[in-house]
C-alpha cells in the first residue's frame, strides 16, 4: 500500500497547519499523525511516519521522537477492532479486573496479543477519564461503559458482524 | 437544593445546541462584556469573585490573570485545559460534552480579557468524539458573530482552535501542554521562565482548566461579589466534583462549598451512600494524586469536627491528617477494598506516565511499582514498606515538575493511614492472594486512633 493520503484528507492537513500562526506548522504534527494512524491501518509505520515528515517539512526524527512518546499511537500493527479496557484504580474497585479477565478467556489471548483471524487486540491502559462509568473499554472513537459479561459478548457479536 | 451556577441549564434538551442555550440565557455575559466593560473590568470581577484554578492547584485566577506579561507587538495566547488524566476526575468531560456553549462563551470573555486572538483547547486524545462537539459549536458561535471577525461590532477578533493530545498524562502539566501543543513530545519545561512570560512559541500565554473558564460566565452574570458570597473563605462559589467508586450513585455533582464531605457521600442529592449496603473504608478526595484517607479522618478532621468539602476542609490537619481537594475526582472505596492494590494502581499510573526526564521520578515510580507488586502478591518483605516509604520521599521535592510530587504523595498516604494492611500482606503472603485486609479500625464511626490526633 503506498502511503498517499487522499485529495480531501490532503485538505484537511492544510486546514490543520492554517490553525496557527505563519512558521508554526510543527503544531501541526499531532494531529496529523492522528489522521495517518485511521488512514493508514490502524498504526504507523516507518513508511507512514517518513510520509508525515515530507508533509510537514520537517525531519523524520522529529516525527518518531513524538509517535513513540504518545501511548494512541500504535507502533505495531493492531488487529481491526482494538479493546483498551481501563486498569486504573477507580476502574479496578469497581471490577476491571474481571472484565480483562473475562475477554482474555473468551477471545483466548493474553494482553497485548491479537486473535489468530487479526480482528481483536487487547491491550490494558490508564484511566481515561470514564471513572464513575465503570469498568470501561475505549473502542475506536467511542467509550464501552459500564461493562458486565453480557456487555463484552455483545460488543464481540457487533465487531463480529461488521467485520462480515 | 444547592444554588448551581454551571450546570443549573445541564438537563435541558438540546442545550448543547447555540439556539437553545442563547434562548435560554447563554450568551448574555458575553454580551454583557461587549456592552460596556474593558479587559481591565473583566480580570477585576475574576478577582473580586476569587475563583481558584479548578485543574487541581487551586490558585487565584483573576491573579494569574494579572501575571501576564504584555509586551508591544507580541501575541499572547489562552489555553484551555482539557487534558483531564488524573485518575478519578471526569467532569470537565462533562461540561464539553453536554455545555460547549458555556465553555466557548467562557473561553470568548476570558480571551477578551487577556487580548488574546488565538485560543486553542487541547484536549486528551482519548476523548475523541469530543472535539466534534466542540468545533460544531464553535461553528454556530461564528455564524452568530460570538467568534471570527469584529465580533458583534466591537472590532474584537477571536479565532478558537481544538487541539487533539494522543494519550499522555503529563500533558496536562502546563509546560507539558505547550510542548505538545508546539508538535513535540510532552517534556515539562523548567520554570522560570512562567508561561505568563515565555509560554506558547514564546509568548505568554495563560493555560486554565476547562472548569475555570466555564465559571467566568456565571461569575460575569451575577458579579464577583455575588459568586464570592457562596462557599467558605477562600473556597468561592460551586465546585464541579466527579464521583466514582464504591457508591450508589457515581456522576458528576455540582456542590456550592458549604457542605460537608459526609452530606456529600450519604445525601441522596449528591452520591447516595455506600453501594450494595457496604460500609464506608477510605477515600481519595481530590483526584489520585491526594493522600488517600480513612473513612474516620475523611468524615471528622482529627480535631473531632465535621469536615467540610472546601479547599481549606479537605486540607484540614496538612498531610498528616488531612488531604486536598484537587480537581475534584473523589474515589470512593468500601469495606471489600485492598489498599495496597489500589495503591499498586496508582504506582503503575505514574510510571507509565513520567516523562522520564528526571531520575528521581523515572527511577522511582518503577521501583515502587516493583516493590508494591511484590507485597500484593504475597512475596513482600516487611523492610520493603520502609523502602516503599524510603523511595517516595527521595522523589518528592526534587523533580522538574509536580508529577514526581503527585506519585510519592499517595504511597506515603497509604502507609501513614493503612501500614498494619501492608503488613499483613508481608505476614500473611497465602491468604493475602485469597482475600482482603477489610475495615480493620478505619471505619466510620470508630474515633480517631490517639497516636494520630496526638501527633496533629
Ligand atoms: C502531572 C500534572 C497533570 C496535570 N493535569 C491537568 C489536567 O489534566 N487538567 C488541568 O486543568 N490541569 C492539570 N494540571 C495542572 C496544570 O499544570 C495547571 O496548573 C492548570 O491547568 C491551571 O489551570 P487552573 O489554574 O485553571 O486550574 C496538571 C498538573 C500536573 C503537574
Ligand atoms: S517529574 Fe517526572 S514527569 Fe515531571 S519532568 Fe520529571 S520525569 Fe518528567
Ligand atoms: S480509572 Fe478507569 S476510566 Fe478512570
Sequence with gaps: MAVQFSEEKLNKVKEIIARYPE???????????HLAQESFGGWLSAETMDYVASLLQITPIEVYEVATFY??????????????VCQTGPCMISGSDQIIDYIKKKLGIGVGETTADGLFTLKTVECLGACGYAPMMQLGKHFREHLTPEKVDAIIEECRAKAN | MARKLLLDKAHIENIRYYDVY?????????????KGMSPEQVVEEVKKSGLRGRGGAGFPTGLKWSFLAKPEGVPRYLVCNADESEPGTFKDRYLMEFLPHLLIEGLLISSFALGAHRTYIYIRGEYAWIPDILEEAIEEAKRNNWLGKNIQGTGY????????????YICGEETALIESLEGKRGNPRIKPPFPAVKGLWESPTVVNNVETLAAVVPIINIGGEEYAKIGIGKSTGTKLISACGNINKPGVYEIGMDISVEEFIYSDEYCGGIANGKRLKACIPGGSSVPILPANLLLKTAKGEPRMMTYEGLNDGGFVTGSMLGSGGFIVLDEDQCVVRNTLTLARFYHHESCGQCSPCREGTGWMKRVLNNIENGKGKMSDIDLLWDIQRKIEGNTICPLGDAAAWPIAAAIRHFRDEFEWHVLNPEECLKRNYGLAHYADPLPVPAAVAAAV
Design chain 1, 23 to 33: 512558521g508554526k506548522h510543527k503544531s501541526a504534527l499531532i494531529p496529523v499523525l
Design chain 1, 71 to 84: 501511548s494512541m499511537f500504535n507502533m505495531q500493527p493492531v488487529g481491526k477492532y482494538l479493546f483498551e
Design chain 2, 22 to 34: 442563547r434562548a435560554n440565557g447563554g450568551y448574555a455575559a458575553a454580551e454583557k462584556v461587549f
Design chain 2, 157 to 168: 477578533d477571536l479565532e478558537i482552535y481544538v487541539q487533539r493530545g494522543a494519550g499522555a
